[in-house]
């Protein structure tokens, strides 16, 4: 937690504390200096590390180091609050988010930057990627004219509020998670524009020339979808046509 004078007391386990030692604590301990005259204005922690914004804008973690999550560097592990490199000229940090084994902040102009392990796509930073980054790295872009306000990042994905109050995604989608509609894949960048092929399958079924068919799809490609945000387009024999709402195709075959 922050202190009303700036400063971090934390508890919990091993080097997550940030007071210069490996020891858990149960009770809240002051962490080490932030510098001279530095104080934390925001923080957030990771499964095991901890990231805070300074009073100017620079980022300060501590803990574990593996997969660069600390952003110094390298992979080692800190005991004490240690700045990570640079987020680019002139940059600061506004808001911070930090994963498992990643962080990602938004920047003093919108942009997004982030560190750490980069599996899954989750850290955004170029198409297929899943390097490692143990120093800050500009994320791909959020869209024309769009800036990021707000970040929250996840286990195995990243999530960023942009200045016009949509939402985009990245990473892992595994049960859903990036929001586009499918599941159980990868999206390696923000998403700005996003379209998918998904196959429903094959079904064989008997059909009478110049009598109605009728078949229902299912699937979790149609499942809790918001159709006002989601158009499909299903290829259908002539005289068929597929219905969204419902689910079916229906009509009259011509051959």
């Given at each position: 937690?922050?202190?009303?004078?700036?400063?971090?007391?934390?508890?919990?386990?091993?080097?997550?504390?940030?007071?210069?030692?490996?020891?858990?604590?149960?009770?809240?301990?002051?962490?080490?200096?932030?510098?001279?005259?530095?104080?934390?204005?925001?923080?957030?922690?990771?499964?095991?590390?901890t990231?805070?914004?300074?009073?100017?804008?620079?980022?300060?973690?501590?803990?574990?180091?593996?997969?660069?999550?600390?952003?110094?560097?390298?992979?080692?592990?800190?005991?004490?609050?240690?700045?990570?490199?640079?987020?680019?000229?002139?940059?600061?940090?506004?808001?911070?988010?930090?994963?498992?084994?990643?962080?990602?902040?938004?920047?003093?102009?919108?942009s997004?930057?982030?560190?750490?392990?980069?599996?899954?796509g989750?850290?955004?930073?170029s198409d297929?990627?899943t390097?490692?980054?143990?120093?800050?790295?500009?994320?791909?872009?959020?869209?024309?004219?769009?800036?990021?306000?707000?970040?929250?990042?996840?286990?195995?994905?990243?999530?960023?509020?942009?200045?016009?109050?949509?939402?985009?995604?990245?990473?892992?989608?595994?049960?859903?998670?990036?929001?586009?509609?499918?599941?159980?894949?990868?999206?390696?960048?923000?998403?700005?524009?996003?379209?998918?092929?998904?196959?429903?399958?094959?079904?064989?079924?008997?059909?009478?020339?110049?009598?109605?068919?009728?078949?229902?799809?299912?699937?979790?490609?149609?499942?809790?979808?918001?159709?006002?945000?989601?158009?499909?387009?299903?290829?259908?024999?002539?005289?068929?046509?597929?219905?969204?709402?419902?689910?079916?195709?229906?009509?009259?075959?011509?051959?």
């Amino acid at each position: 937690v922050i202190l009303d004078n700036g400063s971090v007391s934390c508890w919990g386990n091993r080097e997550q504390m940030g007071n210069g030692n490996a020891a858990g604590s149960t009770i809240p301990t002051l962490t080490s200096s932030f510098g001279s005259g530095r104080t934390a204005v925001a923080i957030s922690a990771g499964e095991a590390h901890t990231c805070v914004i300074l009073d100017n804008g620079s980022v300060s973690c501590w803990g574990h180091g593996g997969s660069g999550r600390l952003g110094n560097g390298d992979m080692e592990q800190r005991l004490s609050p240690t700045l990570t490199n640079t987020l680019g000229h002139g940059r600061t940090a506004v808001e911070i988010s930090s994963g498992h084994s990643h962080t990602c902040a938004v920047l003093d102009n919108g942009s997004v930057s982030c560190w750490g392990s980069g599996t899954y796509g989750k850290l955004g930073i170029s198409d297929l990627s899943t390097n490692d980054m143990p120093t800050p790295q500009l994320i791909d872009s959020l869209g024309s004219g769009r800036n990021a306000s707000n970040i929250s990042a996840g286990t195995q994905h990243t999530c960023a509020l942009l200045d016009n109050g949509e939402i985009s995604c990245w990473g892992a989608d595994g049960n859903g998670r990036l929001g586009h509609g499918l599941i159980d894949g990868v999206r390696y960048q923000p998403a700005t524009h996003y379209s998918e092929m998904a196959s429903m399958g094959t079904v064989s079924s008997t059909a009478v020339e110049g009598l109605p068919i009728k078949y229902a799809v299912r699937g979790s490609l149609f499942d809790d979808i918001d159709y006002s945000q989601v158009s499909f387009h299903v290829d259908t024999p002539a005289g068929l046509v597929f219905n969204v709402a419902n689910h079916t195709i229906t009509g009259t075959p011509s051959y």
